[in-house]
């Protein structure tokens, strides 16, 4: 299995790595049968992900997160990494940017995760929610931290607070954790002071711990319902409003995923 060994150091293919994993995890997770281990690249890396997504908070061995942070590190290098000295800012604004791509990719300071109040990523395998790939590519450390803060915490995280930890294998440095307004019928007055809390929250908490540069996805919107005009509206005046008060930190990035997102913010930073 392993292809030589230098200076006592294992070394492994990302192959062998991946097969570790899954084994490791289908070893521990009784309530999943799988009888063989598909062959295919691709359908590895979905189980893989599916067994992370899936594993509760517990505790795991050294070597596991030794080998998970190397193939995760190698695997995030070869999905390719955005650098945020590589991106140009609005033409209205040198301290904003619009981004369009995959949050996990992008090399910040910071990036802002969409979480539910019970801050433990989402459960669901193979799901396209943000908080699902931060997840993911952030590797199972992520969850086990969040479990302490919560259980330190003793109840749901608030909507519009925040929480900040390491970013693990990602690109950034640090995440922001935060829970958006849900909307249920009409968008409220509440609810909109809410989503401005969010943005609020974590640019202070990115400032108090030395961040220079964070990623916000559009909060709220998609599943929590959130009209996207609206909501992107909150989200450029409320940054705005702190960087006018608060120079720490110096470039803050909209990341869209969506063009019609990306038409939004090109016409409200025009």
């Not at 899954?22 to 599916?50: G, M």
């Not at 401005?196 to 711990?209: F, H, P, S, T």
């Amino acid at each position: 299995m392993y292809k030589k060994i230098i200076v006592g150091y294992v070394f492994m293919t990302q192959e062998e790595r991946r097969i570790y994993l899954i084994k490791y995890l289908l070893k521990e997770e009784t309530r999943i049968r799988i009888h063989k281990i598909p062959a295919e690249k691709v359908e590895q890396e979905d189980l893989l992900r599916s067994l992370m997504n899936v594993r509760m908070p517990m505790s795991v061995s050294e070597e596991f997160l030794k080998i998970q942070d190397e193939y995760l590190q190698q695997r995030n290098a070869e999905r390719g990494i955005t650098d945020i000295r590589d991106l140009k800012p609005v033409m209205t604004d040198n301290r904003l940017y619009i981004w369009q791509g995959d949050i996990t990719t992008l090399k910040c300071d910071a990036i802002v995760n969409a979480c539910n109040s019970q801050m433990l990523g989402c459960f669901s395998p193979m799901h396209a929610c943000i908080d699902n790939f931060i997840h993911t590519y952030a590797g199972i450390e992520l969850r086990l931290k969040m479990n302490e803060i919560m259980l330190e915490q003793g109840h749901e995280e608030e909507t519009g607070k925040a929480k900040i930890t390491s970013g693990y294998n990602l690109p950034a440095k640090y995440i922001l954790h935060t829970v958006g307004p849900i909307i249920q019928w009409e968008v409220t007055r509440e609810d909109e002071e809410l989503l401005a809390g969010c943005y609020r929250e974590c640019m202070k908490l990115a400032a108090d711990n030395g961040v220079k540069s964070i990623a916000f996805c559009c909060l709220s919107t998609g599943v929590f319902r959130f009209p996207q005009k609206r909501a992107a509206q909150i989200a450029v005046s409320t940054v705005k409003d702190f960087l006018d008060k608060d120079s720490r930190i110096e470039k803050v990035i909209f990341n869209v995923f969506k063009d019609e997102d990306l038409r939004i913010y090109g016409e409200l930073l025009a």
